[in-house]
């Protein structure tokens, strides 16, 4: 890792601490700074721009689905059959975000109602977009036939919250023992046998 990627990690890492510790508000970049063991607080906006930005990239960091798409290029030209299931396996690691980074969200969420849009966006958001890209780059490959991506897009992500939900919230959704990945792969097969080239 390079010594940049290290620092960021670093100051990601406080971040991380400082936000659970102490809020949105309470967190100050001077503190973070201090815990990262920078020398200055300045360095923090090297890397990052202001504490929203340094926000959403905490939270971003901490969810699997979005460390999936994180550096998107490379996975444009994957085939939707390897893509989409890594793309599920990785929406379905949601349950195993630590308490700490759920209550984070939670008490921000409920106190700064545009933490919780700043979520949405750092996350759900940030995968609906690379999804979009992602589905349209396959149409101009040939592999999925011309489609408004926007629906595609959700409707994939719609396929996968029954199964996500019910292992949170309510089991009821999943007493019949049907498995993630049997569920990924169902759903994965429904959607681009809907999404195939005619012929």
Do not use: C
């Amino acid at each position: 890792m390079s010594e940049e990627l290290d620092r960021r990690a670093q100051i990601l890492d406080a971040a991380f601490e400082e936000f659970a510790a102490k809020g949105f508000k309470g967190a100050t970049i001077k503190s973070i700074a201090r815990a990262a063991g920078l020398q200055s607080p300045a360095l923090i906006y090297w890397y990052f721009p202001d504490k929203d930005t340094l926000f959403r990239e905490v939270l971003g960091s901490r969810i699997p689905v979005v460390r999936a798409v994180a550096d998107p290029t490379p996975l444009l030209d994957l085939p939707p059959e390897e893509l989409l299931p890594r793309i599920g396996r990785a929406y379905f690691a949601f349950e195993q975000l630590d308490a700490q980074t759920l209550r984070l969200v939670v008490a921000e969420a409920l106190r700064r109602p545009e933490v919780a849009e700043m979520f949405v966006r750092s996350g759900p958001g940030r995968v609906l977009e690379f999804l979009k890209a992602y589905l349209e780059h396959q149409i101009e490959l040939g592999r999925l036939r011309p489609h408004d991506v926007r629906s595609s897009a959700r409707a994939f992500i719609g396929m996968l919250i029954p199964q996500l939900a019910g292992k949170m919230f309510f089991p009821a959704l999943v007493e019949d023992g049907l498995t993630d990945e049997d569920h990924l792969q169902n759903a994965v097969s429904i959607f681009l046998d809907g999404l195939r080239p005619e012929g």
